[in-house]
Nanobody, 121 residues
């Protein structure tokens, strides 16, 4: 199996910073894209940022210039540095990874359990 374990998050005032991290473990041959999604109460889960194994990044328009995604391929980790946080960034943040468990297997999506980020005004 594959597990994604998130850490970080918490409560911060508007304008502050937080960092969330995620580590993938288990039977892993390789990981394609890794990313962060978020879901606010009453809203659909949305992509925040993603990064390929080669380091290409993609960001939601709402976080461009404020959030930075990074990954360590050797450690199978991904992190999201969040600066200039706004109350509208409040959500549960989920780590996602597209994992190949074997060289011959098809990639499959795995998700972390989610970590709460709350930004107070």
């Amino acid at each position: 199996q594959v597990q994604l374990v998130e850490s970080g998050g918490g409560l911060v005032q508007a304008g502050g910073s937080l960092r969330v991290s995620c580590a993938a473990s288990g039977t892993i041959f390789s990981i394609n894209a890794m990313g962060w999604y978020r879901q606010a109460p009453g809203k659909q889960r949305e992509l925040v940022a993603s990064i390929t194994s080669g380091g290409s990044t993609n960001y939601a328009d709402s976080v461009k210039g404020r959030f930075t995604i990074s990954r360590d391929n050797a450690k199978n980790t991904v992190a999201l540095q969040m600066n200039s946080l706004k109350p509208e960034d409040t959500a549960v943040y989920y780590c996602n990874a597209e994992v190949l468990r074997r060289s011959w297997s098809s990639p499959r999506d795995y998700w972390g359990q989610g970590t709460q980020v709350t930004v107070s005004s």
